[in-house]
């Protein structure tokens, strides 16, 4: 049994009020072609207060599972930029002196 939840409980309950706001189901809807799904942070917001109350190893299941499932889907997806390993051979020159068009 762990001593407490892998975040606060107000954490989970601030990304669900976030995860039902106008603004964010705007911007999901836009992005994504559908309305976010904000069930899942309410869910691990009443398991954690579930732990947090009785300390009971039942309330602490849900959490573990939901928690690794956040962190693998922001994982998924590759930066947008390529990172470069060493700067361009001609960063010293100003901006558009000595560059060949």
Do not use: M
């Not at 049994?1 to 989970?12: H, I, L, W």
């Not at 990304?15 to 799904?37: D, I, N, Q, V």
């Not at 207060?49 to 959490?63: F, M, N, S």
């Amino acid at each position: 049994v762990r001593p407490q939840p892998p975040r606060s409980c107000e954490d989970y309950w601030w990304e669900w009020k976030h995860c039902r706001g106008l603004r964010h189901a705007f911007h999901h809807y836009y992005t994504h072609g559908e309305l976010p799904a904000c069930g899942r942070w309410r869910e691990d917001y009443e398991a954690c207060r579930a732990w947090e109350r009785g300390r009971a190893a039942t309330a602490q299941v849900p959490l573990g599972p939901s928690e690794r499932a956040r962190i693998t889907e922001r994982q998924k997806y590759a930066p947008v930029w390529k990172l470069r390993e060493s700067p361009p051979p001609d960063w010293y020159l100003p901006l558009d002196e000595g560059k060949q068009n």
